[in-house]
């Protein structure tokens, strides 16, 4: 009895011992990190993985980043595709950055539209409400009561007489700029519809054989010459124009069917009045929605006229 005793003693004293023992070893290497020694390493290296939980270990963690210049053509094609951080991405890894002037507009024009000059901005304003009070009290009453009996066929086939009798015109200032291929389209649609088109009642030549019509007058003979447009001028109900468009007019109106093939003044008037509101049974709708949507209408025409008279020229 006595020896168990003693032998559960000793074992007692022994753990007891161990215990402190290890004790103070836990406590003299907390003591030697205080004392300016290194700690040891509790970030683990597993691969390219790297696990830590502190705050202190993050700025070590960012320090083992790879640097920006490893990033591969890969991995930019990928931070590309989300916006602003494809931005950000270009400039860490060296790339040059697209400016804002650098971006292309897919809805811009691919060539600059020429600044129109007004100087007579006031006169043209108050032209142009003359010319607005004549078509709101007029012209679109008219234009309307003769939609509304005219149907469309009719009214496209009258158009299109007009359009074929414009062949002098259109031809002259083919010839003038050296286009000799839309001459050739003007001789070969004239011939046609004027055959077998019943006097250019109907367009075969464009319906039946793709012959495209042409749209030239002596306004654009003169800027293939170098002219310039000049001024901004809004005519007595012609409408808007400009200083070589108006000369052009006057050319392009001794060739018109109201002059060439009319008897007298009063008969060409008749004729050039008729054509007017044929074209206008057209546009009514347009012009409707033009003068709801437009903030400024007088400025909304200047500028499609210059875009219209601008694409012409370039065609």
Avoid at 30 to 56: C, H, K, R
Avoid at 171 to 188: E, H, M, N, P, T
Avoid at 265 to 276: D, K
Avoid at 279 to 291: C, G, P, T
Wanted: glycine share 8%; hydrophobic share 40%.
């Amino acid at each position: 009895m006595g020896s168990k005793v003693f032998r559960r003693n000793l074992i007692l004293s022994f753990a007891v011992s161990l215990i402190f023992w290890m004790g103070s070893s836990v406590f003299a290497n907390a003591s030697s990190v205080d004392s300016g020694e290194v700690a040891p390493n509790f970030i683990q290296d597993v691969g390219d993985d790297l696990y830590a939980l502190t705050s202190d270990v993050t700025i070590m963690l960012e320090k083992k980043m790879l640097p920006s210049t490893s990033i591969t053509e890969s991995d930019t094609d990928f931070v590309e595709e989300v916006g602003e951080t494809a931005s950000n991405t270009a400039l860490r890894s060296g790339q040059k950055p697209q400016t804002y002037e650098e971006l292309e507009d897919p809805f811009a024009p691919t060539e600059e539209i020429p600044e129109l000059t007004d100087p007579m901005e006031g006169f043209n304003r108050f032209m142009f409400d003359v010319n607005e009070g004549i078509y709101d009290n007029v012209m679109e009453p008219v234009a309307r009561g003769y939609r509304a009996v005219i149907a469309e066929d009719f009214r496209m086939a009258i158009s299109n007489i007009f359009d074929n009798a414009a062949a002098p015109v259109k031809l002259l200032s083919s010839v003038l700029q050296g286009d000799f291929a839309k001459s050739g389209r003007v001789i070969a649609r004239t011939l046609i519809n004027t055959t077998v088109g019943i006097g250019g009642l109907l367009d075969v030549a464009g319906q039946e054989y793709d012959i495209k019509n042409v749209n030239e007058d002596f306004d654009q003979v003169l800027g293939r010459h170098g002219v310039p447009t000049g001024p901004y001028i809004v005519l007595p109900v012609l409408g808007p124009s400009t200083l070589r468009n108006a000369a052009g007019r006057v050319v392009d109106s001794l060739m018109s069917p109201g002059i060439a093939f009319a008897p007298g003044i009063a008969a060409g008037a008749a004729i050039n009045l008729s054509e007017n509101i044929n074209d206008v049974s057209f546009i009514l709708d347009d012009k409707e929605q033009l003068e709801d949507s437009a903030i400024d209408e007088y400025e909304s025409v200047r500028d499609f006229y210059q875009q219209y008279r601008h694409g012409l020229m370039n065609e």
